[in-house]
């Protein structure tokens, strides 16, 4: 998925604001989504909702005003109600990495109640995207042990 750098991206100092790579995974989520066929409208509907409970960032390259990014998306992990996707960001021109993260999701129900992953959407998660090899991620640990803080929610 490529995003285009805005003004608006950038901060004083015309680099993109770190913040914003969060916006931009959870963009590259969505798009990894979509491309298996699932609708995160529709998975709301049905009552599946995803909170993200980790993420992690590791800047390597300033990007800015001008530029565009590609996000590289994958499934890194499943369990029976979390998932982890691991995104590389690259400077679509020069294939220079940005940066490196990921994020683990938990599936809930619209009260907040932990909830199993359905078996077809699992299947979905690990169905090659368009013009990707199928992917195997390693087997899971299950759903992440303990409590978090505050929960946001996304896709």
Avoid at 34 to 50: D, H, N, P, W, Y
Avoid at 128 to 141: A, D, I, L, M, R
Wanted: with cysteine.
């Amino acid at each position: 998925m490529d995003i285009r750098i805005y003004y608006e991206d950038t901060d004083c100092g015309g680099v993109v604001y770190y913040a914003n790579y969060l916006k931009y995974f959870e963009r590259a989520r969505t798009d990894f989504l979509e491309q298996r066929g699932l609708s995160v409208a529709e998975l709301m509907q049905e009552g599946t909702l995803f909170m993200v409970v980790h993420a992690e960032l590791t800047y390597r390259s300033p990007v800015r005003y001008g530029d565009t990014l590609t996000i590289e998306t994958r499934l890194a992990r499943s369990g029976k109600a979390s998932m982890t996707f691991a995104h590389v960001v690259r400077e679509r021109a020069s294939r220079r990495t940005v940066v490196e993260g990921s994020a683990t999701l938990v599936a809930t129900t619209p009260e907040g109640r932990v909830k199993r992953l359905e078996p077809g959407l699992i299947a979905a998660l690990h169905a090659p995207g368009p013009g990707h090899p199928v992917e195997h991620p390693p087997p899971s640990g299950g759903s992440p042990g303990g409590k978090t803080g505050r929960k946001e929610r996304h896709a």
